[in-house]
C-alpha cells in the first residue's frame, strides 16, 4: 500500500488508522483522510497520528491505490457521485458503511471496480474486532489480501459471501452490545447478593476474559466445557437450571435473528433509494 485514502473521519475510520499507523503498515504521511466540515476532528487525527488532511478530492484520491468509505449510508450517494470521475481500474475501495451493497456503489458511478465490503464491529477501537470481509467479482486476490492485512491491525478477519453480511451484522456487527447488555445483568446481579460494583466488575470481567481465553484455546465445544463446569446438584446447575427456566438461550437466538432481519430490511431499503440514481450499464 503506497497510500490509502479515507472518506470519512469518524471512530471507525480513526481505529483503522491507529492499527495502520501502530503496526507500521504504511507511512502516517501516506495516509490521507476527508470529511465533510468538522474542522476539529481533522486538526485532531493530523495531530494523532500524523496524517494528511485534505478536502481537495483530487488530492485525496490521485495515486491512491486504496480508498475506504467510512461515511455514514445517507451520504454514500452523495460521496459516489463526487469521487466517481476519480475512480481507477487499478484502485481497491473498502467499504465500512452497512447495508450498502457493491452493486450499488458500481452502479452510481457507473463503472466496474474493485470492492470489499467489511462488517467491523466497534472492539476496532481497541484492536479487538472481529470483522468480516466479503469481495465483488473484480477484486483481485492481492487485493483481497491487502483488505485482509489492513483489518488485521485492528482484530481479526473471516471471508464470507457478501450475502452473508446482514447474518454478520447480526451476530457479531451488533455482538458487543449483547456481551455488555449481559455484563450489566451480572452487575445488577452482583448488587442484589451483596457484593460492592467495584469487586464485581474486576470479578465479571476477569471471568469473562477467562472464558474467552478458554473458547479459544481449548479444542473442546461450548457445551462440553459447560459441563465440565456444572456439577449434578451444585451452584452452576442451579444457576443454569434459572437460564433455562426464563429461556435465555432462545431468547439469544431470536435477538441474533431479529437482529439479521433488521439488517436484511434496512439493507433493502438503501438499495431501493440507491437504486433511482444507478445509472443502467
Known amino acids: 500500500m503506497k497510500k490509502i485514502a479515507f472518506i470519512g473521519a469518524g471512530s471507525m475510520a480513526e481505529a483503522i488508522i491507529s492499527g495502520l499507523v501502530t503496526q507500521q503498515v504504511i507511512q ?36 491512491a491505490d486504496l480508498v475506504v468509505l467510512a461515511v455514514k449510508p445517507k451520504d454514500m450517494l452523495e460521496t459516489m457521485q463526487s469521487i466517481k470521475d476519480y475512480i481507477r481500474e487499478e484502485m481497491l475501495f473498502i467499504s465500512v458503511v452497512a447495508g450498502v451493497h457493491t452493486s450499488s456503489l458500481e452502479g452510481i458511478a457507473n463503472k466496474q471496480f474493485s470492492i ?61 452490545a449483547y456481551i455488555y447488555y449481559l455484563v450489566e445483568a451480572l452487575e445488577r446481579s452482583a448488587e442484589t447478593i451483596g457484593l460492592d460494583s467495584k469487586t464485581a466488575k474486576q470479578l465479571i470481567l476477569q471471568t469473562l476474559l477467562g472464558a474467552a481465553d478458554m473458547l479459544q484455546k481449548s479444542p473442546k465445544t461450548p457445551a462440553v466445557l459447560r459441563k465440565e463446569v456444572t456439577s449434578p446438584g451444585g451452584t452452576t446447575e442451579a444457576g443454569l437450571k434459572q437460564l433455562q427456566a426464563h429461556q435465555v438461550q432462545e431468547a439469544f437466538i431470536a435477538c441474533v435473528q431479529e437482529a439479521t432481519e433488521q439488517s436484511k430490511r434496512m439493507g433493502d431499503q438503501i438499495s431501493k433509494e440507491l437504486a433511482k440514481y444507478v445509472v443502467p450499464q
Open 28 to 63: 502516517p504521511a501516506n495516509i490521507f483522510v476527508t470529511n465533510k466540515t468538522n474542522d476539529d476532528r481533522f486538526n485532531y487525527l493530523k495531530e494523532q497520528y500524523g496524517v494528511t488532511t485534505t478536502r481537495s478530492l483530487q488530492a485525496l484520491l490521485q495515486d
Open 116 to 176: 470489499v465490503r467489511a462488517m467491523p464491529n466497534t472492539s476496532a477501537t481497541v484492536g479487538k474486532s472481529a470483522t468480516a470481509l466479503a469481495a465483488n467479482g473484480h477484486t483481485k486476490e492481492a487485493q483481497l489480501q491487502t483488505a485482509i492485512t489492513l483489518f488485521e491491525t485492528v482484530g481479526t478477519v473471516a471471508i464470507v459471501e457478501e450475502s452473508q453480511l446482514d447474518a454478520v451484522t447480526g451476530l457479531s456487527g451488533s455482538g458487543p
